[in-house]
């Protein structure tokens, strides 16, 4: 790489400036030797395309990764909590009852007897 | 010229030999990346289709614009159209919506359970398979909500504060259905159409035209292939495929609680959920069968849907056939050792009484043909894959129909037995329905993507990071799989 990519001319309307450096590479391995190079010098603005997704490079560009996961444990749990609150939450949790009439419910003294 | 000009002549080659030493190449034809993209875009890109898509077309749509004047002759008259009566209450209708419903289930696996499997071979096929899941679903859905006698009141089924103080009942595994038949096409409609992001912005980027550049630059969402995109991509992707694993399961199992729950005989049992689940992935891996071997064949995509995916498939099928088959003998079996009178008695007039016809052919549809699928010759043929899986399909549906007809027509009182008489219009709107869908999917054929592009580019050999040149040197060469 040129040393003057460092320090770019002033803008003048007759001396073209860098604004910037696009390189094309062959295959993915030096697609991500180079990513590994250019996230080791300390460049910030940068970014790499690719057709498809390249294990590893999202590490190798030091990629902050999403807070997706956290949406969607969010979503998840508003959608387990809120209907479950909605039907009452831990009230309608089946535990066990002690109640005498409740053991001898006329429901299920018909449902014993027609069985067969 | 005409039908033999457009089949697309590709050769066969069988990549189904298992090398313990090496991977069979999942892509054949020695492709790279740039033609990869240029086997699968060039379709969409036509700038016109085929004739024999548009005779296609033309059927299926006619087929579909019948369904929806016959839609319309039932909001009209009302439920008495069909053959629904007493004491068989639920006909075609319901069977329509379990057969197709259940269909969908198959391409939720491939997209999403093989996926979490780290499956490879799936990529060639589940964008296919995933269509069809997301028109599968759109015929199953039409059934229940046009059923309702009173459509106009079909909005009743969500629980939303009324002036009647009525919620719908919870208890209900009809309502069940509303929520996860309606949750199976949420997720399967967003998990088809993220993982076309990428292929629909390669579509952009090639695009001559400005309307076909305008529309699928707007469903691109603005994809770069950035690796910032990708590293969310690959997380959305992950997730959505989480959640769909369970839905594959779940729907079903909620689908067959709708006759699990009751109490009649040959419905009220607890293998119904995995019997049904089991029997939707087998009919749904029919149905990708029955449409990727004319698509693979019109559409030029056989070295990227080899015959090793459509061995694989049919051992899905093979397998499925055996739990199936399972099903119905221990439902025989439990029948006789429960020492249930009624039970036994459904089991015996399924097998002998007036709908003997139908059970029997639903055996062997379901268990007899697909014990072709032992033989590698029938699973690596196309034409005799195609037959076996028409076959399948004719069962499945046949299955939900004993099922459903059988129970009801001879229940508990001899007295209110009777037998079902569907009408014209039953047979005209399952045929519909069949028109419904092939609408849908010819039209996917046609103008979008029909393999996942850059799924296929990461199971090239070429894609791996630790590839070089040299690697190539290694990668089993296409003569050695050539018959």
């Given at each position: 790489?040129?040393?003057?990519s460092?320090?770019?001319?002033?803008?003048?309307?007759?001396?073209p400036?860098y604004v910037g450096?696009?390189?094309?590479f062959?295959?993915p391995a030096?697609l991500?030797a180079a990513?590994?190079?250019?996230?080791a010098?300390?460049?910030?603005?940068?970014?790499c395309?690719?057709?498809?997704?390249?294990?590893?490079?999202?590490?190798?560009?030091?990629?902050?990764?999403?807070?997706?996961?956290?949406l969607?444990?969010?979503?998840?749990?508003m959608?387990?909590?809120g209907?479950?609150?909605?039907?009452?939450?831990?009230?309608?949790l089946?535990?066990?009852?002690?109640?005498v009439?409740?053991h001898?419910?006329?429901?299920?003294?018909t449902?014993l007897?027609?069985?067969? | 010229?005409g039908l033999?000009s457009m089949i697309s002549r590709?050769?066969?080659?069988d990549?189904?030999?298992?090398?313990?030493t090496?991977?069979p190449p999942?892509?054949i034809?020695?492709?790279?990346f740039a033609?990869?993209?240029?086997?699968?875009?060039?379709?969409p890109?036509?700038?016109r289709?085929?004739l024999?898509?548009?005779?296609s077309?033309?059927?299926?749509?006619?087929?579909?614009?019948?369904?929806?004047?016959?839609?319309?002759?039932?909001f009209?008259t009302?439920?008495?159209?069909?053959?629904?009566?007493s004491?068989v209450?639920w006909?075609?209708?319901?069977?329509?919506?379990?057969?197709?419903v259940?269909?969908?289930?198959?391409?939720?696996l491939?997209s999403a359970?093989?996926f979490?499997?780290?499956?490879h071979?799936?990529?060639?096929?589940?964008?296919?398979?995933e269509?069809?899941?997301?028109?599968?679903?759109?015929?199953?859905?039409i059934?229940p909500?046009?059923?309702?006698g009173?459509?106009?009141?079909?909005?009743w089924?969500a629980p939303?504060p009324n002036?009647m103080?009525?919620?719908?009942n919870f208890?209900?595994?009809?309502?069940?259905?509303?929520?996860?038949?309606?949750?199976?096409?949420?997720?399967?409609?967003l998990?088809?159409?993220?993982?076309?992001?990428?292929?629909?912005a390669?579509?952009?980027?090639?695009a001559t035209?400005p309307?076909?550049?305008?529309l699928?630059?707007?469903?691109?969402l603005?994809w770069?292939?950035?690796?910032?995109?990708?590293h969310?991509?690959?997380?959305a992707?992950?997730?959505?495929?989480?959640?769909?694993?369970?839905?594959v399961?779940?729907?079903h199992?909620v689908?067959?609680?709708?006759?699990a729950v009751s109490l009649?005989?040959?419905?009220h049992?607890?293998i119904?959920?995995?019997?049904?689940?089991?029997?939707?992935?087998?009919?749904?891996f029919a149905m990708?069968?029955?449409?990727m071997?004319p698509?693979?064949?019109?559409f030029g995509?056989k070295?990227?849907?080899?015959?090793?995916?459509?061995?694989?498939?049919?051992?899905?099928?093979?397998a499925?056939?055996?739990?199936?088959?399972?099903?119905?003998?221990?439902?025989v079996?439990?029948?006789?050792y429960?020492?249930n009178?009624?039970?036994?008695f459904?089991?015996?007039?399924?097998?002998?009484?007036?709908?003997?016809w139908a059970?029997?052919?639903?055996v062997?549809?379901?268990?007899?043909?697909?014990?072709?699928?032992w033989?590698k010759?029938c699973r690596?043929?196309p034409?005799?894959?195609?037959?076996?899986a028409?076959f399948?399909?004719?069962?499945m549906?046949f299955?939900?129909f004993?099922i459903?007809?059988?129970?009801l027509s001879r229940?508990?009182?001899?007295g209110?037995w009777?037998?079902?008489?569907?009408?014209?219009?039953d047979?005209?709107?399952?045929i519909g329905?069949f028109?419904?869908?092939?609408?849908?999917?010819?039209?996917?054929?046609?103008?979008?993507p029909m393999?996942?592009?850059?799924?296929v580019?990461?199971?090239?050999?070429?894609?791996?990071?630790?590839?070089?040149?040299a690697?190539?040197?290694h990668a089993?060469s296409?003569?050695?799989y050539?018959r």
């Amino acid at each position: 790489m040129n040393d003057n990519s460092h320090s770019p001319t002033k803008p003048n309307s007759h001396q073209p400036h860098y604004v910037g450096v696009v390189a094309r590479f062959g295959s993915p391995a030096d697609l991500m030797a180079a990513a590994r190079q250019i996230s080791a010098a300390g460049y910030r603005y940068w970014d790499c395309h690719t057709p498809f997704p390249i294990h590893g490079l999202d590490r190798a560009m030091k990629i902050r990764p999403t807070i997706l996961p956290w949406l969607v444990a969010g979503a998840g749990a508003m959608g387990a909590l809120g209907p479950w609150s909605c039907n009452g939450g831990p009230t309608e949790l089946p535990i066990p009852s002690t109640s005498v009439e409740n053991h001898f419910s006329v429901y299920r003294l018909t449902f014993l007897s027609s069985s067969n | 010229m005409g039908l033999a000009s457009m089949i697309s002549r590709q050769p066969e080659v069988d990549n189904t030999i298992s090398d313990p030493t090496s991977r069979p190449p999942l892509v054949i034809g020695q492709h790279d990346f740039a033609t990869v993209t240029e086997t699968v875009a060039r379709i969409p890109e036509r700038p016109r289709a085929t004739l024999a898509w548009k005779v296609s077309f033309a059927v299926a749509a006619s087929l579909a614009a019948m369904f929806i004047a016959l839609t319309g002759y039932l909001f009209v008259t009302g439920i008495g159209i069909w053959g629904n009566n007493s004491p068989v209450f639920w006909g075609f209708p319901i069977v329509n919506f379990v057969f197709w419903v259940g269909i969908g289930h198959a391409g939720t696996l491939i997209s999403a359970i093989l996926f979490l499997f780290r499956q490879h071979w799936r990529t060639s096929i589940n964008r296919f398979a995933e269509a069809m899941t997301v028109f599968a679903v759109v015929c199953a859905g039409i059934f229940p909500a046009i059923h309702v006698g009173r459509v106009w009141y079909v909005y009743w089924l969500a629980p939303y504060p009324n002036p009647m103080g009525m919620w719908p009942n919870f208890r209900s595994p009809l309502l069940w259905d509303v929520f996860a038949v309606s949750t199976y096409m949420t997720v399967s409609v967003l998990f088809w159409y993220l993982g076309m992001i990428p292929d629909l912005a390669t579509l952009r980027d090639r695009a001559t035209r400005p309307l076909p550049r305008l529309l699928y630059g707007l469903f691109s969402l603005g994809w770069s292939g950035s690796a910032r995109h990708w590293h969310r991509f690959e997380k959305a992707y992950l997730f959505l495929a989480a959640l769909a694993t369970p839905l594959v399961l779940s729907v079903h199992s909620v689908v067959s609680f709708d006759f699990a729950v009751s109490l009649i005989p040959g419905w009220h049992t607890t293998i119904f959920p995995p019997y049904f689940v089991a029997g939707a992935i087998f009919s749904g891996f029919a149905m990708v069968v029955t449409l990727m071997v004319p698509a693979r064949e019109f559409f030029g995509l056989k070295e990227l849907v080899t015959l090793r995916h459509l061995d694989n498939m049919n051992k899905f099928i093979l397998a499925t056939s055996f739990m199936v088959g399972y099903a119905y003998l221990i439902e025989v079996f439990m029948a006789w050792y429960s020492g249930n009178k009624y039970e036994l008695f459904t089991f015996l007039n399924r097998a002998l009484g007036p709908y003997a016809w139908a059970y029997w052919t639903m055996v062997i549809c379901n268990v007899a043909i697909p014990q072709l699928f032992w033989s590698k010759k029938c699973r690596t043929t196309p034409w005799m894959m195609w037959i076996i899986a028409i076959f399948v399909n004719i069962g499945m549906w046949f299955e939900r129909f004993v099922i459903i007809v059988t129970s009801l027509s001879r229940d508990f009182l001899p007295g209110s037995w009777a037998l079902y008489k569907p009408t014209i219009i039953d047979f005209l709107m399952l045929i519909g329905s069949f028109g419904i869908f092939f609408t849908l999917f010819l039209l996917f054929c046609r103008y979008l993507p029909m393999v996942a592009m850059a799924e296929v580019k990461t199971v090239l050999p070429q894609a791996h990071v630790h590839h070089r040149h040299a690697a190539e040197e290694h990668a089993p060469s296409e003569l050695e799989y050539a018959r």
